[in-house]
């Protein structure tokens, strides 16, 4: 730690003695014994066993929205509107 972030911390705790000794009395305790860092376990990717089925049903689904026609009961074929006919003449 710097010796700037030492006289920070150092004011914090001055400051928090003044206003709430109680408050200060009770974190004191909290910073009794050595501090250590423990190693995160590494993270591991996904599971192949996952990949696999998850990538080939999403490309059967894509297959399908291509090829099969809508469900809805529309036809691919528009018909023209009345208002658009051919004239008759």
Do not use: N, Q
């Not at 006289?7 to 009794?32: C, H, K, N, Q, V």
């Not at 809805?72 to 006919?85: K, R």
């Amino acid at each position: 730690m710097s010796a700037r972030e030492k006289r920070a911390l150092d004011g914090i705790a001055d400051r928090i003695y003044s206003e709430d000794p109680l408050l200060a009395e009770t974190l004191s305790s909290f910073a009794t014994g050595a501090v250590t860092a423990e190693p995160l376990p590494a993270r591991r990717g996904a599971f192949p066993g996952v990949l696999i089925p998850v990538a080939l049903l999403a490309a059967i689904m894509a297959i399908m929205a291509v090829l099969l026609p809508p469900i809805s009961g529309a036809t691919a074929e528009v018909a023209p509107s009345p208002t658009h006919a051919p004239a008759r003449g």
